[in-house]
């Protein structure tokens, strides 16, 4: 059965670095979308990207964040300059655009972003 | 601004016995879409099950179905002869169908513990 991937699994970096998470959705996905959860909180909205272009932001999704989909299969999650907050579990999803499972997501198994 | 409760942060079950995990939701709207996930350690997401608001009949699949109680806002998962591999992380999630949007507001999650 067709997987969202996501890399890494786990990482670790200085605050203030830039990090880039990688997933891969599944490849007849159009929709495309990026929670966190910080460690006991709720799973959040950040992004949702359709057609090359964000569709709908959360308020957490600032300035420090981007998305792309710089090729035909990966899509892709900036942050600028890390801060300690920013530490948190990162899913992304994907959705296709017919059919019986289009109004559901799924997920990769997540990256755990540590900043220190 | 919808809400997504799941009261109970960790659940444990004796094995071929049946367990109840809660969800509430708070919401305005009349239409919309709710989801039990899975999350297995270190593994993705997966959806368990799926309930339209318009349908007044309890969804289920195989070993899983649920309680929605439209007018009480409660959506909760029951799991019949639990197994070993339901041991799990149980996200609850609510998706609106008329606002255009298709984030998912999940809940907290509960963790569940199958005893041999």
């Known amino acids: 059965e067709p997987e969202v991937t996501q890399t890494p699994s786990h990482q670790v970096t200085q605050m203030g670095q830039e990090v880039i998470l990688r997933c891969v959705p599944i490849?007849?996905?159009?929709?495309f979308y990026w929670y966190r959860q910080i460690l006991g909180q709720k799973v959040e909205f950040l992004v949702s990207?359709?057609?090359?272009?964000?569709?709908?932001k959360s308020e957490i999704f600032d300035d420090q964040f981007s998305v792309e989909r710089p090729d035909g299969s990966n899509f892709t999650l900036k942050i600028r300059s890390t801060k300690l907050e920013d530490s948190a579990m990162y899913f992304c999803a994907s959705r296709g655009a017919s059919g019986r499972h289009k109004n559901i997501q799924y997920f990769g198994a997540g990256t755990r972003l540590s900043v220190l | 601004a919808q809400t997504v409760t799941q009261s109970q942060p960790e659940m444990s079950v004796q094995e071929a016995e049946t367990v109840t995990l809660s969800c509430t939701y708070d919401?305005?709207?009349?239409?919309?879409?709710l989801f039990w996930y899975k999350q297995p350690p270190s593994r993705q997401m997966i959806l368990v099950i799926r309930q339209e608001a318009y349908k007044q009949q309890n969804a289920t699949e195989n070993r899983f179905s649920v309680n929605f109680q439209k007018a009480a806002k409660s959506f909760s998962l029951k799991i019949s002869d639990s197994q070993l591999g339901d041991a799990a992380m149980y996200f609850c999630a609510y998706r609106s169908a008329t606002s255009g949007t298709y984030k998912y507001i999940f809940g907290t999650g509960t963790r569940l513990k199958v005893l041999a």
């Open positions: 919401t305005s709207e009349s239409d919309y879409y």
């Open positions: 490849s007849n996905h159009l929709y």
């Open positions: 990207f359709y057609n090359n272009e964000i569709s709908e």
